[in-house]
């Protein structure tokens, strides 16, 4: 297993619109593994594939107290939103030391391929559908700073700059 390199916003790459998977085989299990070790060492709730700078459809998560419920989202779809909204505070490991509150639908229900290429569904709400619904955002090549206001993303992107040249 390998850690991967975290693309830091406003890397452009972090805006492409990543492509669905269409063999899971030991190439896309190889990338979970190590996405999920790079997850785990961020450390992390979630990484999208995106963000490592890949371009494929491939999601890690783990919700859990414990850290030992990976989550693998292959190909994922949203095939059911619900209508109630909420407002949650949200990071991004690709925008480090920022937090703030996005609205999102409360609870989801994701279709996708686990590791093993089978499909399955999975209804989500509280951290999960907020985590959920942030990657696939990824996928979309959109980074959550994206719904603040002007302002706020102006302020971002600024701090951003100044970190990676004191680095
Ligand atoms: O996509 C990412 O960059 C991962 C992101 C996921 C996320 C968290 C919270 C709300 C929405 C999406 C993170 O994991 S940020 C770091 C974080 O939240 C965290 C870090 C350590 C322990 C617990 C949480
Ligand atoms: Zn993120």
């Not at 990071?91 to 703030?100: F, K, Q, R």
């Amino acid at each position: 297993m390998a850690l991967l390199n975290i693309l830091n916003y406003p890397d452009k790459r972090l805006h492409k619109v990543a492509k669905p998977v269409t063999e899971v085989n030991d190439r896309i299990r190889r990338l979970v593994a190590d996405m999920a070790e790079t997850m785990y060492a961020a450390p992390g709730v979630g990484l999208a594939a995106t963000q490592v700078d890949v371009h494929e459809r491939v999601i890690v998560i783990d919700v859990s107290e414990t850290h030992d419920e990976l989550l693998v989202l292959i190909n994922p779809e949203i095939v059911w939103s619900s209508d109630e909204r909420k407002l949650s505070e949200e990071g991004c490991l690709s925008v480090p030391g920022i937090y703030d509150n996005v609205e999102r639908a409360e609870k989801v229900r994701v279709r996708a391929l686990n590791e093993k290429g089978e499909t399955f569904e999975l209804d989500c709400e509280g951290l999960l559908a907020v985590c959920v619904q942030h990657e696939m955002d990824h996928l979309m090549g959109r980074v959550f700073v994206e719904y603040l206001s002007p302002l706020k993303q102006t302020r971002i992107k600024s701090k951003m700059k100044k970190l990676a040249h004191a680095m």
